[in-house]
C-alpha cells in the first residue's frame, strides 16, 4: 500500500498527488512512468512520473479525470492509500550532448513536460518553453516552467490568457526567424504532436515525441501499447512501454496512433459515468 502524501487540485479536471514510494523515488528519471492500481479490484493505468523529492521519498503525479479509474483515483484523500505503484518503468529522455532544446507541452502533457525541462535547466541547457491550452481555466504548471525556462510561451486556443494560437505557431515563427535548436521535445494530444513534427520538419530539426497509448503490464508482454514507426520505407513495430515512451516524431505513424486510441473512448466515458455515481452514493 502507498499513502498519498499530498493532493492538489491543478484544475477542475487535472490533481496532483504525491505518493511515498521511496524506492521508485530513488530510480526514477524524467520521461519514465508508473503503473498504479487504486484498489485490488482496480484497473493498471499508467502514469509519467512528474517529479520525485528522493530524500523525502515521494513521487509526484499529475492526471486528468477522464475515466473510472482517474475518477477513483481522485476521491481519494491525503493520507490514504493506493493499492500498488510500480516503476520507475520505460526509457529516459534522452538528454546527452543537447545544448539548446525546445519542449512543447499541450494540456495536461505539460505534467510530463515539466520535468524533462526541469532536468535540462538543471544541466545547464538553454531552455525554451511553449505551453499551450484550450483556454485560460485549463493552464497548470506556468510558474513551474517559467523558473526553469529561458524563455516562456504560453497559448490558448480562444486568446482567454497570454498568446492566442495553438503551439506551432510561436514554434513555427522562432524557427523561421532562424532559432536553433538540438532538439525539439513536445508532449502532448496525439495531433498536436503530429502538427509540432510537420512544422519542424522543413527546417530538420530532431524532434522526439512522448507517446502514451494503451497500457497494461507495461514490461512489453501484452502488446497494448504497440505503436507503429517508419523506419527506411519499412513498417516497424515498437511498445512504447519498453522502447519508449520517446520516439522520434518522424518515424511515427500518428494516424494508426490516433485510431487506436480512439477505440476505447465510449467504455471510458461510460466507466467514468458508472464511477461517479457510485461515489455519489457513497456519500
Do not use: W
Not at 11 to 25: G, K, R
Request: charged share 25%; with cysteine; glycine share 10%.
Amino acid at each position: 500500500m502507498y499513502k498519498i502524501v499530498r493532493k492538489k487540485e491543478l484544475n477542475p479536471t487535472v490533481t496532483q498527488m504525491e505518493i511515498l514510494a521511496p524506492m521508485v523515488a530513488h530510480k526514477a528519471k524524467p520521461g519514465q512512468f508508473i503503473i498504479l492500481r487504486v484498489n485490488e479490484e482496480g484497473e493498471r493505468i499508467p502514469l509519467t512520473v512528474a517529479g520525485t523529492d528522493a530524500k523525502e521519498g515521494t513521487v509526484k503525479i499529475i492526471f486528468q479525470i477522464v475515466g473510472g479509474t482517474t475518477a477513483l483515483l481522485n476521491a481519494k484523500q491525503e493520507g490514504e492509500y493506493i493499492q500498488d505503484f510500480v516503476g520507475p518503468l520505460g526509457v529516459a529522455t534522452h538528454t546527452d550532448g543537447i545544448k539548446k532544446v525546445c519542449i512543447v507541452g499541450g494540456g495536461v502533457g505539460c505534467a510530463i513536460a515539466m520535468p524533462v525541462a526541469q532536468e535540462f535547466h538543471r544541466l545547464g541547457a538553454e531552455v525554451t518553453s511553449i505551453i499551450g491550452f484550450r483556454n485560460k481555466d485549463l493552464l497548470i504548471l506556468e510558474d513551474e516552467f517559467r523558473a526553469c525556462s529561458d524563455q516562456l510561451i504560453v497559448m490558448t486556443d480562444d486568446g482567454s490568457y497570454a498568446r492566442h494560437g495553438n503551439v506551432t505557431v510561436p514554434l513555427k515563427e522562432m524557427l523561421e526567424a532562424g532559432k536553433q535548436f538540438d532538439m525539439i521535445i513536445t508532449i502532448g494530444p496525439l495531433i498536436m504532436m503530429k502538427f509540432v513534427t510537420l512544422a519542424a520538419k522543413p527546417f530538420g530539426v530532431p524532434v522526439t515525441v512522448s507517446m502514451n497509448p494503451i497500457m497494461i503490464d507495461g514490461t512489453g508482454m501484452c502488446g497494448g501499447c504497440r505503436l507503429t514507426l517508419i523506419q527506411d520505407g519499412k513498417r516497424v513495430t515498437k511498445f512504447a512501454c519498453v522502447d519508449g515512451p520517446d520516439f522520434n516524431g518522424y518515424e511515427v505513424d500518428f494516424d494508426e496512433a490516433m485510431s487506436r486510441g480512439r477505440m476505447y473512448f465510449d467504455f471510458e466515458r461510460h466507466a467514468y459515468e458508472e464511477t461517479c455515481n457510485l461515489l455519489k452514493g457513497a456519500k
